[in-house]
């Protein structure tokens, strides 16, 4: 299987340097609080689009005092462990931009690695996703859609851009053009319905990871989307839901003009989770059912692609083995050998991974160093 073979890390967070290499399964981190297990798999995750699994600003992801960070990984199979090498690196005077490299050459783009490996991952900063705000909801599902279809990183950023440009234009000293704003709005319009058409397909694709799943351990979900253009595509067809909210927004103008930003569109819309064996909205279920069902979620992206994706998948689950009563751990080291993708997980207690005996590597995590277990 494709998996990362091998991580380099210069001057990322607690770590001046690291040069680890995976034998292709499943890894497990554990070791004390501090030692530097989290900061690992956010190393990974900013190999994905946006700011990695803490949001974290990329001058605050280099460590104190250094002036640039660097995080490189291979990603082979067992014959050619190094067959791409994809690397980040920021560097003054530009802190907060990322290089990305692909074999050396430089790449750029919304999606720039996201030909070579997807990502998904769960940490404890997301244990509440169902009792806050619509936003990480949102931010949750556009990730679980970029695993499906990487066109929806350049949507997503062509809309942010079209929509930043016409609250710019409305709310400037000067009458804004009403030609730019057309062409903003069209930008948004198509771009809008893109990234609502690509997540309808991921909470398609959501159902039929759970029918695939079949796995009692966590509990199946009925995904539901809210939004203006989600719930119009279910009803009608793309181009008409792009000139209706083409006409949306026009009309709109003087209102986003008052509020300062766009009031309606794909940005305002929320993911609905619901217990299936319930029938209770995942807001109101217990925090170890909110758990399993966010692990369920995670596994069932991970299933619905299995046999079709042509880029691995690999999860990164932060703590995952703390909320787990023993059978649901080796429900889950199960379901994951069965999936065969690989997953880095970690855990400040090395016994809770017994069950991933054999079918993991287990490395313990002290002060910047991965030291092999077992
Ligand atoms: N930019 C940085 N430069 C240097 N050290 C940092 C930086 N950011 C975070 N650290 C340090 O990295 C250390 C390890 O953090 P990390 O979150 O990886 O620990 P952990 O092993 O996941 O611990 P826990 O079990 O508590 O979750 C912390 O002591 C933290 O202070
Ligand atoms: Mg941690």
Redesign the pocket.
């Known amino acids: 299987m494709i998996a990362i073979r091998r991580l380099t890390l210069r001057d990322f967070r607690s770590y001046p340097s690291l040069d680890q290499r995976f034998a292709g399964r499943s890894v497990i981190l554990s070791g004390p ?2 030692s530097g ?3 690992l ?1 956010e190393a990974i995750s900013l190999l994905s689009p946006g700011r990695g699994l803490r949001s974290a600003r990329l001058s605050d992801v280099r460590r104190q005092g250094a002036e640039g960070f660097g995080i490189g990984a291979s990603l082979g199979g067992d014959e050619e462990p190094d067959e791409t090498r994809l690397s980040i690196r920021s560097a003054p005077p530009r802190p907060e931009r990322r290089e990305a490299r692909v074999d050396g050459e430089p790449a750029s783009g919304p999606g720039v690695f996201l030909d070579y490996i997807a990502l998904s991952w769960l ?2 900063a997301q244990d509440r996703l169902f009792v806050e705000g619509a936003s990480e909801r949102r931010r949750f599902l556009d990730r679980m859609t970029l695993t499906q279809d990487p066109a929806h990183a350049r949507a997503s950023s062509a809309y942010e851009t079209a929509m930043r440009q016409r609250t710019a234009a409305l709310t400037g000293p000067r009458a804004p053009d009403p030609r730019l704003l057309s062409v903003l709005e069209t930008q948004m319009a198509e771009a809008g319905v893109a990234v609502a058409a690509a997540r309808r397909t991921t909470a398609a694709m959501l159902a039929r990871g759970y029918a695939a799943l079949q796995e009692g351990a966590f509990p199946g979900a009925v995904v539901a989307l809210e939004g203006m253009l989600e719930e119009a595509l279910a009803e009608r067809s793309a181009s008409d839901v792009e000139a209706e909210f083409l006409e949306t927004l026009a009309a709109n103008r003087r209102r986003d003009a008052e509020a300062g930003r766009a009031l309606s569109g794909p940005h305002r819309s929320d993911l609905h989770v619901t217990h299936a064996d319930k029938d209770q909205p995942a807001r109101l279920c217990s925090t170890g059912e909110q758990k399993a069902l966010l692990i369920g979620l995670v596994l069932a992206g991970a299933a619905a692609r299995k046999d079709s994706a042509e880029v691995p998948l690999v999860l990164l689950l ?2 995952v083995a703390a909320h787990l009563d023993a059978d649901r751990r080796e429900a889950l080291a199960g379901i994951l050998e069965t999936l065969g993708c690989q997953a880095f997980m ?1 855990g ?1 207690d090395a016994d809770l991974f017994a069950a991933w005996e054999g079918r993991a590597e287990h490395f313990a995590v002290r002060q910047g160093e991965l030291v092999p277990l077992g």
């Open positions: 609080n501090g297990k989290t900061n798999l940490t404890p932060d703590e970690t400040t």
